[in-house]
């Protein structure tokens, strides 16, 4: 069943081993770099939790009836597509699409998988009921799951056994009757430090002699011997929520982690040693698309939050009358429309697979993909152009509103039409943080991105467009016509062509 926020924050008090700025963190709760991104979390579980959100949020527990989290939902139909949009559209409303591994995004995964127990069937039963286990697991006890699935950057000219350490990249290291022990590191464990388990897979295509990577497995982050290395938290270098209101709250964090000879008993493997099913996994089952159907809802409510935040600095400065200012407006509105667009194209255009599960529309989808890495960076580009100088034109912190003085010629000359000095710099700052900060920074770097390199999601749109109809209606154009002009097209029942005049060679 959902569980509350004050539940959430106490299961991360686990003694995981998570560190950053030389130090062991004793208690991601409290600790500067974490504690505003546990509540940001936990913010999100009392939504799910909340009996008011229990239609758009939950649904029944096939096991237990319960209502669990609709992040776990297996959608058969399109209507269970645009009831799972809605929860999730909540979700990312509340983070304003800056959390982009919130408990949602690696429980579609699950769902996912479990789905499709058939292709982890082919390295045994035992693997499918795994997976199908973990699942239910995951969904009754409403779990927060991230995922590694990426190999460190260390030489990728090479392959993991050609290294100069067999085990940089996590692998296995030795099976046992009871389980395998895992060792070596991967990325980018995104919200990893704030998570109950992680997934330990690999979405690169894996070499021959990599059979000890092509693994997928779970982990508690408390398990002995892994250890989560976090990057600079942007959030423990916010001077304060006034000064940066997004880097204080919604920093997830990214992460090297390290697996040093953790033992994973069988129960929680689904992939053992097995490179096709390690590949089957995110692209024959519906993971790759219900996983990225999550994060496009996420991204479509960022623009819509980035939208927003443009015109109300607009019409603050006093220019959104003016017919430039307007059209940029639209450029970005057009934006975000075009991705919110695509992805109610993906319920449209969903197809109900083998399984009876419902596969939001690959060609919506890998477009929307393919799009993102190039319209993010334009579009804050253009906020930045509304903005001006404004940006950097900006009191240090807070406290100058603390000194009378300094006060004084702020609400003097850092001001607006009907919005006071304090008004002007809050909704400023927040357009900063949006934009120009290193939080923002982080941001932009992970829109680009997010999907892997620009050419292996275009890769994906290549392979999920309907090229054969396209190609039909060329095959049409062609035949209408000959050297000797228009051929009219044959009504049913008659016999050959009939030329038309018009256009005709003479």
Not at 40 to 57: K, V
Not at 246 to 260: G, P, R
């Amino acid at each position: 069943m959902t569980r509350s926020g004050a539940a959430y924050v106490e299961g991360l008090r686990d003694a995981r081993t998570v560190f950053i700025d030389g130090e062991r963190v004793d208690d991601v709760t409290t600790h500067p770099a974490f504690a505003n991104s546990v509540r940001s979390i936990a913010r999100l579980y009392d939504i799910a939790d909340d009996p008011s959100n229990r239609d758009l949020m939950t649904f029944g527990s096939p096991t237990t009836g319960d209502p669990v989290n609709r992040a776990f939902m297996i959608p058969r139909s399109r209507e269970d597509l645009a009831l799972r949009r809605g929860a999730i559209r909540r979700w990312a409303e509340s983070t304003f699409g800056l959390m982009g591994r919130s408990p949602d995004h690696v429980a579609s995964f699950l769902a996912a998988f479990a789905s499709a127990p058939d292709i982890f069937a082919r390295g045994g039963q035992q693997f499918a009921d795994n997976i199908v286990r973990f699942h239910e697991y995951a969904r009754d006890n409403d779990l927060y799951v991230t995922y590694t699935i990426v190999p460190p950057q260390i030489d990728r000219s090479k392959p993991a056994h050609e290294q100069a350490d067999p085990h940089l990249y996590a692998g296995v290291r030795e099976e046992r009757d009871d389980g395998i022990v895992v060792k070596g590191a991967q990325m980018l464990g995104t919200g990893s430090a704030l998570s109950d388990w992680i997934l330990l897979s690999c979405i690169h295509p894996l070499r021959e002699g990599e059979e000890n990577q092509a693994i997928s497995l779970v982990v508690p982050l408390n398990a002995p011997g892994l250890r989560v290395h976090s990057r600079r938290s942007y959030a423990g270098a916010a001077s304060s929520m006034f000064d940066y209101p997004l880097s204080s709250q919604f920093d997830e964090t990214d992460s090297l982690v390290v697996f040093d000879d953790v033992f994973v008993p069988w129960e929680h493997v689904f992939v053992y040693r097995d490179r096709a099913i390690t590949r089957s996994q995110f692209f024959e089952t519906p993971a790759h698309t219900l996983g990225n159907n999550q994060a496009q809802i996420r991204f479509a409510t960022k623009l819509h939050f980035l939208t927003g935040l443009t015109r109300r600095i607009a019409e603050m400065n006093g220019t959104a009358a003016l017919p430039p200012v307007q059209g940029t407006l639209g450029e970005i509105a057009g934006h975000a429309a075009m991705v919110e667009g695509l992805v109610l194209a993906q319920e449209a255009h969903c197809e109900i697979d083998g399984n009876g599960v419902a596969r939001p529309g690959r060609a919506e989808l890998y477009a929307n993909m393919m799009f993102q890495s190039s319209l993010y960076p334009a579009v804050l580009q253009m906020v930045r152009e509304l903005c001006g100088g404004g940006l950097i034109q900006l009191p240090s912190s807070r406290e100058d509103f603390g000194n009378p003085e300094i006060a004084a010629d702020l609400e003097r000359y850092v001001q607006s039409p009907g919005m006071s000095s304090v008004e002007r710099v809050k909704l400023l700052k927040l357009a900063w943080d949006a934009v120009g900060s290193e939080f923002a920074s982080r941001h932009h770097q992970y829109e680009m991105f997010y999907a892997g390199a620009p050419f292996l999601v275009k890769g994906h749109m290549f392979r999920n467009y309907d090229f054969a109809s396209a190609q039909e209606l060329v095959e049409s154009a062609l035949q209408g016509y000959d050297l000797d002009g228009r051929i009219d097209a044959m009504p049913p029942g008659a016999g050959v062509p009939q030329r038309g005049d018009v256009g005709a060679m003479s």
